[in-house]
């Protein structure tokens, strides 16, 4: 268990170990304090979670992704000097992904540096070059794997039978909501920790547009979700895009609760990557100070507990190309 000190009171980070497995459940988070304050707080002293772009590669051409393909990644030594940083300010957990993160022959030796920091070690993965080599070392090191689960693609099933913690995100699209209760019956039976229900993000327009689901049929597959985990191992979770349509969101978690980390630049979250967007840069400031100042930083944190990420000016922009 790790305690952090807040402003509002404390933030109690911690994994659960299974009795019969001894294996390591889903971390969870607590907050202690004052509910007056809580309210008022726009952030916390730092980030629960760093998501880390490790690598723009990719051996795939997802026409739903977000992150434009390079050569560019930052090298182990930069990653290192971030790791020593958010150590230092307690971050509990870095969220790695891409491009796909295996890809860097020196993931493994990262990720044993996260770990020698007390950090858990996440990796997003399409899955595709996990075979039975790479599984085995994937369970010594890396503290949970959260395979993507499209329409267009099952190869992660292959890798879900070979690792021993992991999770899927479930890309809810209208073809995988036409057969939502199969998908997740399907998935729950490979084990996973948990199924993370995300939405279509405006990426490429055209698809958008064809994929994007209304709050009518979010609402619809929040309630088949809630009906179906009555049945099923696996949590469900959803993004934030979904939990807009769900009571008492803690609203926008973007430069509040999270981060994303682009090497050198410092963004409130990974779908929003801009220049405008920019909290500041890794070569000129220490982490810690432009969680805490960064240039950006207001504009999200003002959108408060309450906002609705459909009510997101900045995502309006980003829709429009306004900003990019």
């Known amino acids: 268990m790790k305690i952090r000190k807040e402003a509002f009171g404390y933030t109690l980070f911690t994994e659960q170990i299974s009795g019969m497995s001894g294996q390591k459940e889903s971390p969870f988070v607590v907050e202690l304090g004052e509910e007056a304050i809580y309210a008022a707080a726009t952030h916390l002293s730092a980030p629960e979670v760093v998501h880390l772009c490790i690598t ?55 990720a044993e540096y996260a770990a020698q920091s007390e950090i858990i070690f996440n990796i997003t993965t399409n899955g595709s070059l996990i075979d039975d080599v790479l599984a085995m070392r994937i369970n010594e090191q890396i503290d949970h794997t959260q395979l993507t689960f499209t329409e267009y693609d099952g190869a992660n099933l292959d890798a879900a039978s070979k690792l021993s913690r992991f999770g899927f995100n479930l890309l809810v699209t209208p073809a995988i909501a036409s057969r939502f209760k199969d998908l997740l019956l399907l998935l729950d039976s490979y084990g996973p920790d948990n199924i993370l229900l995300m939405d279509p993000k405006p ?20 309630k088949t979700a809630k009906q179906m985990q009555k049945r099923m191992t696996a949590k469900i979770l959803v993004d934030s895009c979904f939990s807009f349509e769900l009571d008492n969101t803690k609203g926008c978690m973007a430069a509040r609760r999270i981060c994303y980390v682009d090497y050198p630049y410092v963004y409130p979250c990974s779908f929003l990557v801009c220049e405008a967007m920019r909290l500041g840069d890794l070569r000129e400031d ?21 906002a ?17």
């Open 56 to 110: 723009k590669r990719c051996n795939r051409n997802c026409e739903f992704c977000y992150v434009e393909k390079d050569d560019s990644e930052p090298s182990a030594d930069e990653i290192k000097e971030l790791i020593d940083q958010l150590a230092e300010i307690d971050v509990f957990q870095i969220a790695v992904g891409g491009g796909e993160p295996f890809l860097r022959e020196d993931l493994f030796e990262i």
């Open 203 to 222: 990426t490429d327009l055209g698809w958008y547009n064809r994929n994007k689901m209304g709050t009518a049929e979010k609402n619809a597959i929040i």
């Open 286 to 306: 220490k982490f810690i100070n432009i969680w805490e100042k960064g240039t950006a930083r207001d504009t999200f944190r003002d959108i408060g507990l309450n």
């Open 308 to 324: 609705a990420l459909r009510e997101c000016y900045l995502l309006e922009q980003y829709k429009a190309k306004a900003v990019i």
